[in-house]
């Protein structure tokens, strides 16, 4: 059963629903949109290709880095005014970067960027409670996971037409007309009386530590997969230590409190494992289909597209599964859908052909897809209204480090010069792991369904305040 003090909502606000997605959309459009344009970028602010990678790097660090400290300061802030906040410093954000005078000033301002968009992205589950009813919650999801991921997908073409039609400050000029109608829709359709609130300075501390944390754990595997061992090893070790830290905070254990809560835990490990599957792929494939079986980036960029494509296709249909039979049952039913895809690859022998390698990755598209709304759905039904924010970024950042997990572990095979199907056994792994784990969040939630409902009036433990209450 849903906890008793999530008031649910009458009747879904569609429109809000979509402008959910459009932010996502944003959010994730600027995480690949700059990748194509690199070289021209690095041209005209005079640097070199190693100064510029640094562009991707300052966008994803707070993308990981910040959604646990951001969750815990929306648990406490109005949803509707965090969320308009998120867009209007995310628009000036890109604006300014647009005109930025060198490299150096450019990095910054990709980390602030990066900053509102971590924010958007924690806003997803809490905003979205507060415009989707119960009856639509699946479908609603699946919307959602149409639009959001399209930014990643569509961003190297873009960023491509853009850089050749006209010139790369345009990269982040095109965020300002989607945030403005994203802005519009959010403050026409999205009720929450909640206001924002500085945050406190016990907050400000455990954050910078688990940012810490976390910058210091992405560069280390960076510099791991690198080559750099020794830095990468002094790297880990610092996360570790910072980790430890922060664990011994109040902040952490509202987190761990919340990880508590059945089947929250289990929900957030298979997404980061069903995630780690399609990083790992997306990693992989292109050092498959070019240096073995010797086709060219083009025949490669068509037949990876099979995947994303029938994974946003199928994403609205998942959430309707999951409204209709249920979340455990459509969730279970992506999860083992993946873990077919992925194994069928290995049947194809040493030479694959297109079709057959197509089809392939489309089954692990649409286990990918069908698995992803049903199980934000869940979280949306068994997260506490209060610490949705919480919740919320607890289910993002398990996605975010799927996706560097993926490709860290991917990149590890690759140098060690590894046959196809050893390459892929880092995805089989991935995807059988995610289909068990949701066997285990398949049981917790049958058993939670079955459960008694709690006591009229039980309220759930309030959240320690993270911000100044005026």
């Known amino acids: 059963m849903p906890p008793p003090n999530f008031t649910p909502v009458d009747r879904t606000r569609w429109l809000a629903v979509i402008a959910i997605g459009l932010s996502i959309y944003m959010a994730t459009l600027d995480m690949t949109i700059v990748a194509t344009a690199l070289p021209t970028i690095g041209h005209s602010l005079d640097s070199s290709a190693t100064g510029t990678q640094w562009l991707l790097v300052a966008y994803n660090l707070p993308m990981i880095g910040l959604m646990i400290p951001l969750g815990r300061w929306v648990d406490v802030v109005g949803k509707r005014s965090s969320l308009l906040l998120a867009i209007v410093g995310f628009a000036v954000a890109s604006t300014a970067c647009g005109f930025a005078p060198n490299l150096g000033v450019l990095i910054a301002l990709r980390v602030v960027q990066g900053t509102f968009a971590a924010l958007i992205a924690v806003l997803v589950l809490a905003a979205a409670a507060?415009?989707?009813?119960?009856?639509?919650?699946?479908?609603?999801?699946?919307?959602?996971?149409?639009?959001?991921?399209?930014?990643?997908?569509s961003g190297p073409v873009f960023g491509s037409l853009i850089v050749s039609q006209l010139s790369w400050p345009w990269l982040f000029f095109v965020n300002v007309p989607i945030s403005a109608i994203a802005f519009g829709l959010v403050a026409a359709t999205v009720r929450d009386t909640g206001k924002l609130r500085a945050p406190a300075p016990a907050w400000l501390g455990a954050a910078a530590i688990v940012a810490g944390a976390f910058t210091l754990l992405l560069l280390g595997i960076d510099s791991l997969t690198s080559g750099s061992a020794v830095a990468g090893v002094v790297m880990l070790a610092g996360a570790v230590v910072l980790g430890v830290v922060w664990s011994r905070t109040s902040d952490a254990a509202n987190v761990t409190g919340v990880l508590r809560l059945p089947p929250l835990l289990s929900l957030d490990t298979s997404l980061l494992l069903v995630t780690m599957t399609g990083g790992s792929m997306f990693f992989l494939m292109p050092y498959i289909l070019e240096q073995h079986m010797g086709r060219t980036a083009g025949e490669v960029g068509s037949i990876m597209f099979a995947m994303p494509l029938t994974m946003g296709v199928v994403s609205f249909i998942g959430g309707q599964l999951a409204d209709k039979f249920g979340d455990w049952r459509a969730g279970l039913l992506g999860a083992c859908l993946a873990v077919v895809g992925v194994?069928?690859?290995?049947?194809?022998?040493?030479?694959?052909?297109?079709?057959?390698?197509?089809?392939?990755?489309?089954?692990?598209?649409?286990?990918?897809?069908?698995?992803?709304?049903?199980?934000?759905?869940?979280?949306?039904?068994?997260?506490?209204?209060e610490r949705m924010g919480t919740a919320s970024s607890l289910a993002g950042l398990a996605r975010n480090l799927g996706f560097t997990f993926g490709p860290a572990c991917g990149a590890v095979v690759v140098g060690a010069g590894r046959s196809v199907n050893a390459l892929l056994v880092v995805p089989l792994v991935a995807s059988a792991g995610a289909a068990l784990v949701t066997v285990v969040t398949a049981v917790q939630i049958r058993r939670l369904n079955r459960a008694p409902a709690a006591p009229a009036g039980a309220v759930a433990p309030q959240p320690e305040p993270v911000g100044n209450p005026e």
Request: cysteine-free; proline content about 6%.
């Open 343 to 385: 194994a069928l690859l290995f049947t194809q022998g040493e030479q694959w052909n297109t079709a057959g390698t197509m089809w392939r990755l489309a089954i692990v598209g649409a286990g990918m897809g069908l698995f992803v709304a049903p199980n934000q759905s869940a979280t949306m039904k068994f997260a506490p209204r």
């Open 130 to 153: 507060l415009v989707i009813a119960p009856k639509d919650r699946g479908k609603a999801m699946g919307l959602i996971g149409v639009i959001g991921p399209l930014g990643s997908v």
